[in-house]
């Protein structure tokens, strides 16, 4: 079992900047590949970006390419995702999950664990 824990949402200003942070617990943090999602309402749950086990790979959908960072550090069982820049549209409620098998980084049916998700709202 991993346990996930999302924090650091909140409300900013477009242009603006926050880091989400997900803490894990229940497993060896380096042995799962982690990745973000969100949620804007009545829409579906899309990708954001993802991390190898390793930290070594990445990968972000082309609307955050450039504003967007992730990271993770094995040490402190923590995955982040610094957000710079930020818009209206990137509000949503933003997820971190766990992918313990293949990965599978854009497929959010391939993650087998979720946090119960941090709302971000963007103002104009």
């Known amino acids: 079992q991993v346990q996930l824990v999302e924090s650091g949402g909140g409300l900013v200003q477009a242009g603006g900047s926050l880091r989400l942070s997900c803490a894990a617990s229940g497993r060896t943090f380096s042995t799962y590949a982690m990745g973000w999602f969100r949620q804007a309402p009545g829409k579906e749950r899309e990708f954001v970006a993802a991390i190898s086990r390793s930290g070594g790979t990445s990968h972000y959908t082309d609307s955050v390419k450039g504003r967007f960072t992730i990271s993770r550090d094995n040490a402190k069982n923590t995955v982040y995702l610094q957000k710079n820049s930020l818009k209206p549209e990137d509000t949503a409620v933003y997820y971190c999950?766990?992918?313990?098998?293949?990965?599978?980084?854009?497929?959010?049916?391939?993650?087998?664990?979720w946090g119960q998700g941090t709302q971000v709202t963007v103002s104009s």
């Open positions: 999950a766990a992918e313990t098998g293949v990965w599978s980084p854009r497929n959010r049916n391939a993650y087998d664990y």
